[in-house]
């Protein structure tokens, strides 16, 4: 039995140079088992380390607050779902400096969604009654049509009372608005490993996972790249799904134009590779440098610590998503050249659906002053 405490997520890295998942408990250090298997499910199911994270994260606050109910993690009912939909709704989430703000309305359904998916594995696995899971959700029934499917198909959707209903309006993603501070970025000092990556992500828009699972067989370089048997003129990158020995897989398949200067950044940072662990075989583009998993695939917990260290470096926080946002901006707005069109980059970003790309058109400050304060437009009147 595990005893009440603070619950925490962290990767573990084991003997052999895997990482694995861990819920535990802060005070004891005691890792909580079903969590844990749970996680080890997701990441075997083919779960982005991303999503495996934030998903122990949520689940590990879930157990934290559970004590303060009186009631074990094997004992929580639908009545203590919902007072957990209502705690997440009311409590302030401290973001430093005395700052605090609610959870947006997505955000509690997203942490709920990980609790409910923790407790349907746990019912499968005998862990928890099914009954509790039948409270958990309810069937409805999918209207036929294109996007539809056949009459009578019924998906499974959230409880009434665990639905957040409230509407809101999507806030502009974080991004790097300032000149200055992408100057910065780009002027830091980084091993050409590191170098290449944040290259990659910032100049292709990629997802942090779609980059660790990318193979060197994916990286097209050349002005003609023929001799690849590819057809596709010009720097590019096949954004696939392969096997990565990392877990990191891509989310959406694409074919994404690269600045020719990436091609000197990759054979840097294969001659990096070279002296470091030899001219090894392995398939991924970014493996580890140091330690007893050098030349393995890098793992997502490494381009954590190096977005920390990048983070400290310039005086703000960064993260690689930050990077794909500011790419995004740049084409739509046309900061480094001719605004790109809206279907483009949603095709550049790999997005199904346009409505993921509209996000990216968030208005500025300035355009939204430079817009009314046009020096050619004259009041009747003005200057009389």
């Known amino acids: 039995m595990i005893a009440p405490g603070t619950f925490g997520f962290r990767w573990v890295r084991s003997t052999s140079g895997v990482d694995f998942a861990v819920v535990f408990d802060r ?16 990441v075997e199911s083919g779960a982005s380390p991303n999503t495996v994270r934030n998903y122990g994260l949520r ?6 607050w559970l004590p303060s109910q009186g009631l074990a993690w094997t004992q929580a009912r639908s009545s203590a779902m919902v007072r957990w939909k209502n705690h997440l709704s009311v409590t302030p989430v401290q973001h430093g400096a005395g700052v605090a703000t609610l959870r947006r ?45 056949e009459r009578g198909r019924t998906r499974s959707i959230a409880a009434k009372e665990l639905r957040v209903r409230t509407v809101e309006v999507p806030r502009a993603p974080a991004w790097l608005s300032e000149e200055a501070d ?5 002027a830091l ?10 290259e990659l992500l910032y100049f292709a828009g990629l997802r942090v996972g779609e980059a660790l699972s990318l193979f060197r067989e994916d990286l097209h ?8 048997g590819c057809t596709v ?7 696939v799904r392969n096997r990565s020995a990392n877990g990191a897989r891509a989310k959406s398949l694409r074919v994404v134009p690269l600045p020719a200067e990436l091609a000197f950044s990759y054979q840097e940072a294969l001659r990096e590779r070279i002296g470091r662990v030899g001219d090894d075989r392995g398939p991924n583009v970014f493996v580890a440098l140091d330690g007893p998993t050098a030349g393995q695939a890098l ?41 790109v069109e809206l279907d483009v980059v949603r095709v550049l970003l790999g997005h199904r659906s346009i409505a993921s790309t509209l996000i990216y058109t968030h208005a500025s400050e300035e355009s939204l002053r430079a817009a009314v304060a046009n020096p050619a437009v004259q009041f009747p009147g003005a200057g009389a």
């Open 233 to 239: 003129k010009g720097p590019h990158v096949h954004v």
């Open 27 to 42: 005070r004891s250090g005691v890792i909580h088992p079903g969590a844990c298997d749970w996680l080890r499910s997701l």
């Open 182 to 186: 992408r100057r910065a970025f780009l």
């Open 221 to 228: 370089l050349l002005a003609d790249n023929r001799p690849h």
């Open 299 to 339: 793992s997502y917990a490494r381009v954590v610590d190096l977005f920390r260290r990048l983070s400290k470096l310039l005086g703000f926080k960064i993260r690689p998503h930050v990077l794909r946002h500011t790419r995004a901006t740049i084409w739509l707005r046309g900061l480094e050249g001719e605004a």
């Open 59 to 64: 689940v590990a606050g879930f157990l934290s």
């Open 189 to 198: 000092s980084l091993r050409p490993r590191d170098r290449f990556l944040v």
């Open 105 to 149: 309305p997505a955000t509690v359904g997203a942490w709920l969604v990980a609790v409910v998916e923790f407790y349907r594995w746990a019912a499968l696995e005998g862990l928890v009654p099914k009954e509790l899971v039948a409270r958990l959700s309810e069937e409805q029934f999918v209207r036929p049509g294109p996007r539809g499917g």
